[in-house]
């Protein structure tokens, strides 16, 4: 159990939930992948609200 299992179960997270569980459980073995989880974990969720703005819908 990671400190962000809760973004699985929250629909609100769902595009960066799995993501931030794989980047907190690879941290202590490579820093530097957990890192480019992060990454793109944020990437992802920057992704889904700039869409959900282009399409009119309030994010």
Known sequence: MTNFDFLLSDSQFVSFG???VSAKKIYAIDPAACVLNCRRGMESE????????AMGYAV
Do not use: Y
């Open 46 to 53: 920057q992704r889904r609200r700039l869409s959900g703005r």
């Open 18 to 20: 799995e993501v931030a």
